[in-house]
């Protein structure tokens, strides 16, 4: 199985700091396409901004988003896995977590954050890969019992 190192590389990382306006965290994943982004503070991991953040504990408290800190309204339970772990442990760190979001380790320092929908998605491919590799194996015919015997 894949590491986790391996799954990160070409990651942008986008990450915030806890003086980040919730406003301008939420339009930092929109352009970007994502869910979370870390919250690093002196280059130090300190939280994660999700989504269900900004629903939770921005929209329906009715904060103003220009006005409130990610700092204030950030999950700082953190969910962390280092580079070296293989993917599916991962799957199964996130699943018992009740999260979505998986932040990667390297040496104690961050090294980028994967979601359940992008190791769902390669363990699907795997399985993918295997089931077309047992049909092929299932199906085969080899090439002397396909010649006619006179």
Do not use: W
Request: proline residues 3%; negative net charge.
């Amino acid at each position: 199985m894949e590491t986790l190192g391996s799954f990160l590389r070409g990651q942008q990382l986008a990450t915030v700091t806890p003086a980040t306006s919730t406003f301008e965290a939420a339009r930092l994943m929109a352009e970007r396409g994502v869910g979370a982004v870390p919250v690093v503070d002196a280059q130090r991991l300190v939280g994660i901004f999700t989504e269900r953040d900004v629903m939770t504990r921005v929209v329906a408290q009715g904060l103003d988003a220009a006005q409130t800190p990610v700092g204030a309204v950030m999950s700082t339970e953190l969910v962390v896995a280092d580079v070296a772990d293989d993917c599916e442990e991962a799957l199964a760190r996130l699943q018992a977590a009740h999260v979505r979001h998986l932040l990667v380790l390297q040496d104690g320092r961050l090294a980028g954050i994967v979601s359940m929908r992008d190791l769902v998605d390669r363990e699907l491919a795997d399985r993918d890969e295997t089931v077309a590799l047992l049909n092929a194996y299932v199906h085969y015919i080899p090439a002397d019992l396909t010649r006619k015997r006179p």
